[in-house]
Structure formats: structure tokens, C-alpha cells
T-cell receptor
Framework: AQSVSQHNHHVILSEAASLELGCNYSYGGTVNLFWYVQYPGQHLQLLLKYFSGDPLVKGIKGFEAEFIKSKFSFNLRKPSVQWSDTAEYFCAVKRDSGAGSYQLTFGKGTKLSVIP | SQTIHQWPATLVQPVGSPLSLECTVEGTSNPNLYWYRQAAGRGLQLLFYSVGIGQISSEVPQNLSASRPQDRQFILSSKKLLLSDSGFYLC????????????FGPGTRLTVT
């Protein structure tokens, strides 16, 4: 079964600082990759996704992530964070096809606190 | 557009009581439906998924069960709650084929006392 590791449990940044959240997965086959965000009191919502093609994907609110297959990584980045980015971020992976391709496996989440 | 509803939003139940959480999706047909449990610091754990009416797959053996009586309705149940059933339960849907992202509902906070 696949697994997902998010390296940071809690990240604290000042506004305008750059952000990079790490995500590594374990599965040797073709995968689909996602970042979800949960703002305080809100639904879990999709931030960005990778299925195929350009490994650098752009999402909403200025976020981007890069899929590096050789490193089994899908790190999330934002050049300049805002207070409104305070939220919990979850990396998730699913197999592209075959048995278990329905199942999203989530990391434990990274809480981001942005200080004004 | 598609929307997903869950109710109740919060629930406090005594140990040994039954449970029924409901999830409905609007604006789509033949969705895949999922129940997750979210625990602080542990991410989301898939409990059940369904690809059609009456078709339920369980991922983790436990005190809970799921049913799908209608195409866009997914119910999470228990006959007798345990303290360990406390948590945040999320329902999600995805389009009929699996190679799409999942969309999550607002969740139900269940506290078993």
C-alpha cells in the first residue's frame, strides 16, 4: 500500500515569506498527486492536482507544486504567503490505475500559521 | 454545479447508542462516494467507498457500517457506539471514474461520551 509523509507538522511564517511544504510518497507505480487545504472552519478543498504532463502544476491562490518522480516528491510552494493562507495542508496520493486506484492516501497534514 | 451536504454538523452521543450520519450529493449522477475519518495529527483515513447503489467496500474493519440506498445518498451507521468512534467524519464524492479528484463535504464532529 502507498504511504505519504509530510515532513513538517507545524510551520510558522511571517507574511511575505516564501513557503515550501514537503511531501514524499511511497509507491513505485504511476500516481496521481494532490494538495488539499483546510481553512479554519471550512471544508477540505482541492488546492492543486497532478495527473500527467508538466510536472510543475499551478493551483489556486498562487500555489504551485512540483512532481519529482525520481525523488517520489510533490512539494508545495508559494513565493509570498499571506495571513489568509493560515490553514492546514494535506498531501494525498492515489494510484493511477488498477487495484486501489479509488483510494486517496493522505499525509498527516501540515499546519501553517502566518503572522501578520 | 455539484454540492455535497452532511448532517448533522455536530453530534454528541452516549456509548452504546446507535449512529446515523447522512451525506447527499447534488448536481451529479453515479458518483463514487467515500466516508473518511479525520483525527488530529493523523490525516484522513478511508473507511468506506461505494461505486453504486448497494455497493459498499470497507477499508478498515470496525464498529461502523455504510449503506447507499440511493444514487446520491451515503449513510454511515453504527448499532452501538464506542468511545473510540469519536472523531471528525467526512464524506466525499468523485465522478464515476476513479481518475478524478475527490470533493469533500463539511464534515460531522462526533463525540461519544
Amino acid at each position: 500500500a502507498q504511504s505519504v509523509s509530510q515532513h513538517n507538522h507545524h510551520v510558522i511564517l511571517s507574511e511575505a515569506a516564501s513557503l515550501e511544504l514537503g511531501c514524499n510518497y511511497s509507491y513505485g507505480g504511476t500516481v496521481n498527486l494532490f494538495w488539499y487545504v483546510q481553512y479554519p472552519g471550512q471544508h477540505l478543498q482541492l488546492l492543486l492536482k497532478y495527473f500527467s504532463g508538466d510536472p510543475l502544476v499551478k493551483g489556486i491562490k498562487g500555489f504551485e507544486a512540483e512532481f519529482i518522480k525520481s525523488k517520489f516528491s510533490f512539494n508545495l510552494r508559494k513565493p509570498s504567503v499571506q495571513w489568509s493562507d493560515t490553514a492546514e495542508y494535506f498531501c494525498a496520493v492515489k494510484r493511477d490505475s488498477g487495484a486501489g486506484s479509488y483510494q486517496l492516501t493522505f499525509g498527516k497534514g501540515t499546519k501553517l500559521s502566518v503572522i501578520p | 454545479s455539484q454540492t455535497i451536504h452532511q448532517w448533522p454538523a455536530t453530534l454528541v452521543q452516549p456509548v452504546g447508542s446507535p449512529l446515523s450520519l447522512e451525506c447527499t450529493v447534488e448536481g451529479t449522477s453515479n458518483p463514487n462516494l467515500y466516508w473518511y475519518r479525520q483525527a488530529a495529527g493523523r490525516g484522513l483515513q478511508l473507511l468506506f467507498y461505494s461505486v453504486g447503489i448497494g455497493q459498499i467496500s470497507s477499508e478498515v474493519p470496525q464498529n461502523l457500517s455504510a449503506s447507499r440506498p440511493q444514487d446520491r445518498q451515503f449513510i454511515l451507521s453504527s448499532k452501538k457506539l464506542l468511545l473510540s468512534d469519536s472523531g471528525f467524519y467526512l464524506c466525499a464524492w468523485s465522478p464515476e471514474h476513479f481518475n478524478y479528484e475527490q470533493y469533500f463535504g463539511p464534515g460531522t464532529r462526533l463525540t461519544v461520551t
